[in-house]
């Protein structure tokens, strides 16, 4: 494709994926299977879409810009194991697709990666196994080690449910108009959701939101105990009272969030 039948829309930060050498890569880091339920945020084209619906039993296709519908049917010719879905993928009721998806496959739009991940992690509890391609940053920031700058809420709430499989680096050609950061396939798969996640999530958000503070003033700062009470429980967990949230492992966030409650 060289040569694109629509202009990239810079306002809904468009990089369509054009380069077919890199679909390999996706299918094998997505470990696609002839009973495979696809759900794919950000078509655009319709490049990825194509040799998912060649090799999956199904693939909803989630897109904002309403303008590449005909294009993306041109692609898909008459392919019917294909939904085209359009609309916000943050705001629509992605539990309700059916058949339920099995797996995330997408070129996701960069400016609301983050938050599609997080919010997939409960809101789509069929989903086994994800195969992204994100900025490079955020695929590092998905599974951080604690005590470092790229550990954060998301790698807590990520690591909370899945353990990554596979990582691949993209160059940026494989993208019409090319990004200006670095981008990755990452590809991880669930392993467990703990019963309290709403509860835990608001916990790891709440101790990130002064990453700089002690775990009982930010705790304090979100209204979810005074410093007293902040204290004690961190105590409890084995931590002194100045920790920080950077210090702490995924799992002892879960023990804070029911000591909590």
């Not at 359009?86 to 997408?106: E, H, Q, S």
């Not at 100045?242 to 702490?248: G, K, M, N, Y």
């Amino acid at each position: 494709m060289t040569r694109l039948p629509v202009a990239p829309n810079r306002d809904l930060g468009q990089h369509f994926l054009v380069d077919e050498n890199i679909l390999g890569v996706i299918g094998r880091l997505a470990e696609l299977a002839a009973d495979d339920i696809v759900l794919e945020i950000g078509p655009g084209l319709g490049v990825l879409t194509r040799y998912l619906a060649d090799r999956v039993g199904h693939v909803h296709a989630v897109e904002l810009d309403r303008s590449l519908e005909p294009h993306l049917r041109e692609r898909l010719g008459q392919r019917a194991n294909v939904a085209l879905v359009f609309g916000d993928a943050l705001r629509l009721d992605l539990a309700a697709l059916a058949p339920a998806p099995t797996k995330l496959v997408a070129n996701l739009p960069y400016q609301v990666a983050t938050p599609l991940v997080v919010e997939s992690l409960a809101a789509l509890p069929t989903v086994g196994l994800w195969c992204v391609m994100v900025q490079r940053e955020v695929a590092d920031r998905f599974f951080a080690k604690p005590r470092t700058k790229a550990y954060g809420a998301v790698s807590v709430l990520v690591q909370l449910v899945a353990e990554r499989t596979g990582l691949h680096a993209v160059g940026r050609t494989v993208f019409t108009p090319p990004p200006n950061v670095d981008s990755a396939l990452v590809a991880f798969r669930r392993t467990a959701l703990p019963g309290d996640f709403a509860r835990v999530k608001q916990v790891v958000e709440a101790a990130f939101a002064h990453r700089r503070k002690t775990l009982p003033n930010s705790l304090e700062l979100a209204g979810l105990a005074n410093r007293e009470r902040g204290a004690a429980v961190v105590e409890a967990l084995g931590r002194a009272p100045s920790s920080r949230a950077e210090e702490l492992e995924p799992p002892e966030f879960v023990a804070l969030a029911r000591a909590l409650a």
